[in-house]
């Protein structure tokens, strides 16, 4: 009797099982379904997790620039040519005119639109639609990340003034339906590729007025090559070929699935099993297994930004009583700071700790940053004809390096001659953001420093603490990264101005402001400043209003080396790397194309089936 | 119902919006503690933008006066405001969406814990020292002990990498199965260890022994008897089991990458998104205070000898 109720006991356990199984397994098909019923080709891909706007003034992501790229079409776009190189094409505009000088050094962009360019629910896209996407994304009342990409647009600085000006507005406006003009407050190098940029996309006044227009499939009219079909809200965004694309016949993928998913573990199974086709994004641990596993679908592409370390400017590094004071101190700080970053093994640092493929940096302006000429800016950065950059980062030159570094030590601390070791180094805290990449590198820092006697502790705060912390400067010396926003180098020398909101350094602030020690003369270069043991903000600063102002391409070029000279003098940016950008791309897929800023083109791309 | 019941329900209601009243306001102003703010990113901007944002969400106000008219917006309009990270979403859809999922799994798996749990302690029980029991005790006891993360991590590498028959990505519903089992382990194996020791305590009741002598069937015994009256400890488990599915899907969502209200919940903390991070733990914190009632209240209707006060 016994055996027969654990019978019908466990029976009952097995149906019981079996029923709830039953709740979620009959779901699968009907996903793999819906796959297939879609017409035609279909890729699958993961860049990051639920992004946090699709509205184009105010992403400031490049998972969602990545999106906004495929939903709509600005005046320029980014493409490959045939011989593989990127490019900046006209895309909503005929074609991408010259500026016509005005007499007040103001210069004017006429640009005609192409007929029959569509919303995509069907209405004409018209130059007042453009006119009125730039004046919202450089408001006020949106107070957009990347308003101020509008700051090279004459009138932009009356709408941000503190006292209000009345009528303050871009200098853009529609002449007629197909007839945009905007003038710019001086000429600039990169105005083409800020026009390929999501911020400068168009939206339409009746469909923004609804404040949560972007968050929904239903409300989301946009006028590029795709449209967004369905958000499955931190799971998937559908995008679907717009049939009113006026392009629409050269979009070669009907259906990019974008699974949202910030987990790189997650990202990597599934693209193992194969349901995802390219994925942002791997586990740091698993990148050497992963070059070697898959060498054709593990890419490593240039990706224009610096990781570097800097450091507090109004932290005391001087062993106590040192007897130096005012400029002389800030002298010898720099010095040291200097110094210290001839310490770092940055090879090691890329091929043992970061394992991307990252450049070993010895300035700050990143690989990918080009001269006029078309060279490397950082290859002409520095003054050494021996290597590129400010110190000679060859592994070669370690030896060197350090016997350098520790010859500057020597004149401000004691040095044990037997131990090789120095005494009075203030302790150090090396401020990072958890995570355990920044943690490897902050330990290798660590032990490097503990070579010649000074200690550094290791301190890390969450993500929000951390930016907070670094930007109010309470700290001495932190983990530091920076991704240009567009190709110029300008992007990596104004955040250095004392009034800037990047300036983590404190440049210029509490006990610095009144450091005179830095020179600027760039009577050789025409214009009438010469400045002898100023201060930042009669240095840098004005250096930095001199570049925004200068229209001369040339000039403005060694303009910015010689900011960057300067920023560099200081020792306070202890560049280690350029970051590279790491995915992971399925060898079935041909026609894939990836930016400098790192946006990703699945419109041209087919599946091998 | 008599009026004592009802009275301890009243109280015990009351006391629940007490506990949530206390949980918002400390949230609310640990929360404010913190460093960091919602419109901080790696490129900061500017001083008059951040200005501008923060009037427009109230931000630039006194706390004591944000404090208020949250409360007041709550009560009155049940408003949980707009979300600051995701800009043009109402913070109640965003949490709506991932409960959608959440509860869609927590569900799930209770079910799953307590139709499997439920008979499995009652075959180990009926089966004392015998091999079945002895194997059903030692699984139990492995998931009892092992955190979710690792079992999850387990699962994840059998099913979904070495035999790649479930996808590890929870944004579909058949990875769903994944995270649901990892979930109901844990619960189950609590419930199937409960289920068997309370049952041998009723086994060795003298009314069991009566029914037994008075020549009852041992399906009627088992059903009718003893199953029923050992599920009381059962009943009282689900409130705390409820707690456990909330807090462990924080951690599985993570693994699994489910878009449940759990990773909204720490993402929410991450980003500094106030009106996200108040709304979630309002709910979070209903739903347990809510489901701890219930099972106190139900255990005092399936056993009329326990007293209230």
């Given at each position: 009797m016994k055996k027969y109720l654990a019978l019908v006991l466990a029976l009952a356990m097995a149906f019981s099982l079996a029923a709830c199984g039953g709740n979620s397994a009959p779901t699968a098909p009907a996903a793999t379904q819906a796959v297939e019923e879609a017409t035609g080709s279909s890729i699958a891909v993961c860049l990051a997790s639920e992004p946090d706007t699709l509205d184009p003034a105010l992403n400031s992501a490049v998972d969602g620039a990545t999106m906004l790229v495929h939903l709509f079409s600005g005046l320029a776009k980014w493409e490959q040519n045939e011989s593989g190189a990127l490019v900046i094409v006209p895309d909503a505009a005929e074609e991408l005119v010259e500026g016509v000088e005005n007499e007040d050094g103001t210069v004017t962009y006429t640009y005609t639109l192409r007929e029959g360019m569509k919303w995509s629910d069907g209405k004409d896209v018209t130059a007042a639609d453009f006119a009125y996407a730039w004046q919202r994304a450089a408001s006020v009342d949106l107070a957009a990340d990347y308003g101020y990409m509008f700051e090279v647009i004459d009138g932009y600085d009356d709408v941000w003034a503190e006292e209000?000006?009345?009528?303050?507005?871009?200098?853009?406006?529609?002449?007629?339906?197909?007839?945009?003009?905007?003038?710019?407050?001086?000429?600039?190098?990169?105005?083409?590729?800020?026009?390929?940029?999501?911020?400068?996309?168009?939206?339409?006044?009746?469909?923004?007025?609804?404040e949560s227009w972007a968050t929904d499939p239903k409300t989301y009219v946009c006028n590029g090559a795709y449209t967004i079909t369905g958000w499955d809200h931190n799971s998937l965004i559908t995008l679907e070929k717009n049939p009113n694309y006026v392009d629409a016949d050269e979009i070669l993928m009907d259906q990019i699935q974008v699974y949202l998913s910030d987990d790189a573990n997650n990202m990597l199974t599934n693209f193992k099993n194969g349901e995802w086709q390219l994925i942002d994004d791997v586990p740091t641990n698993e990148i050497a297994a992963l070059k070697e596993a898959y060498p054709d679908e593990f890419v490593v592409a240039g990706q224009i930004g610096t990781y570097y370390v800097c450091w507090n400017v109004n932290e005391e590094i001087l062993p106590a009583g040192s007897g130096l004071e005012g400029a002389e101190a800030e002298n010898a700080r720099a010095e040291i700071r200097n110094a210290i970053s001839l310490l770092f093994d940055r090879n090691y640092i890329v091929e043992d700790i970061a394992q991307g493929g990252q450049v070993p940096a010895s300035s700050f302006v990143a690989m990918g940053m080009t001269n006029p000429d078309g060279s490397q800016f950082y290859k002409t950065a520095g003054s050494s004809e021996e290597f590129d950059g400010y110190y000679n980062v060859s592994p070669d030159a370690l030896e060197d390096n350090f016997a350098q570094c520790v010859e500057v030590l020597k004149k401000y601390y004691d040095y044990d001659e037997a131990t090789g070791m120095f005494s009075g180094f203030p302790t150090l805290t090396y401020l990072y953001n958890t995570s355990e990449g920044h943690k490897a590198i902050g330990e290798y820092l660590q032990s490097a420093l503990a070579g010649v006697g000074i200690t550094m502790n290791l301190e890390n705060q969450e993500w929000a603490t951390f930016l907070n912390t670094r930007k109010n400067g309470d700290y001495s010396i932190a983990r530091n990264g920076w991704l240009a926003d567009y190709n110029d180098p300008i992007c990596f020398l104004d955040m250095w101005t004392t009034a800037s909101g990047n300036n983590d350094v404190q440049f210029g602030k509490g006990a610095h402001k009144d450091v005179a020690v830095y020179s600027l003369d760039l009577t050789d270069l025409g214009y009438d400043v010469a400045v002898e043991n100023g201060t930042w903000a009669d240095t840098y600063d004005v250096l930095i209003k001199t570049i925004k102002g200068c229209t001369d391409n040339e000039v403005r070029y060694e303009l910015m080396h010689r900011a960057e000279d300067l920023l560099m003098s200081t020792g306070c940016i202890c560049p280690l790397y350029f970051y590279t950008d790491i995915y992971m791309l399925d060898d079935s897929v041909s026609g894939f194309f990836s930016n400098p800023l790192g946006y990703k083109y699945f419109m041209y791309c087919t599946t091998a089936a | 119902m008599n009026s004592r019941t009802l009275k301890y329900v009243l109280k015990r209601i009351l006391l629940a919006i007490v506990t949530v009243w206390v949980v918002i306001t400390v949230t609310f102003f640990v929360m404010h503690a913190v460093p960091g703010g919602p419109f901080m990113g790696e490129k900061a901007i500017s001083a008059a933008a951040q200005a501008s944002l923060e009037a427009k969400y109230g931000l630039d106000k006194p706390l004591i006066e944000q404090y208020f008219t949250y409360l007041k917006d709550i009560v009155t309009r049940f408003d949980f405001g707009p979300s600051l990270k995701q800009r043009g979403r109402m913070v109640i859809d965003i949490i709506a969406d991932g409960m959608k999922t959440s509860a869609k799994l927590g569900v799930i798996a209770a079910c799953l814990a307590a139709l499997c749990g439920i008979p499995l302690g009652a075959v180990a029980a009926l089966r004392r020292n015998k091999l079945i029991d002895k194997v059903i005790m030692v699984i139990t006891t492995a998931f009892v002990s092992m955190p979710s993360f690792i079992m999850g991590s387990l699962l994840l590498v059998f099913f979904a990498i070495r035999l790649a028959v479930l996808p590890a990505n929870g944004s579909t519903p058949a990875g769903l199965v994944l995270p649901i089992i990892t979930l109901a382990l844990y619960p189950m194996a609590y419930i199937t260890r409960l289920t068997r020791s309370s049952m041998l305590d009723v086994l060795g009741q003298d009314y069991i022994r009566t029914a037994k002598a008075k020549g009852v069937s041992g399906v009627k015994i088992i059903f009718g008897h003893a199953l029923k009256n050992s599920l009381i400890p059962v009943i009282t488990y689900f409130g705390p089991m409820l707690a456990y599915i909330v807090t462990g899907s924080l951690v599985v969502e993570q693994i699994f990458a489910v878009p449940g209200i759990g990773r909204a919940f720490v993402s929410s903390i991450t980003n500094r998104d106030y009106p996200m991070v108040m709304g979630t733990t309002i709910v979070l914190a209903v739903l347990i205070v809510v489901m701890n009632l219930l099972s106190d209240i139900l255990y005092k209707l399936v056993d009329p000898r326990i007293n209230l006060d």
């Open positions: 209000p000006v009345e009528g303050a507005a871009l200098n853009v406006k529609a002449v007629d339906d197909r007839t945009l003009e905007v003038t710019l407050a001086n000429a600039v190098s990169y105005w083409n590729e800020l026009l390929a940029f999501p911020t400068y996309f168009p939206v339409r006044e009746d469909v923004v007025s609804n | -």
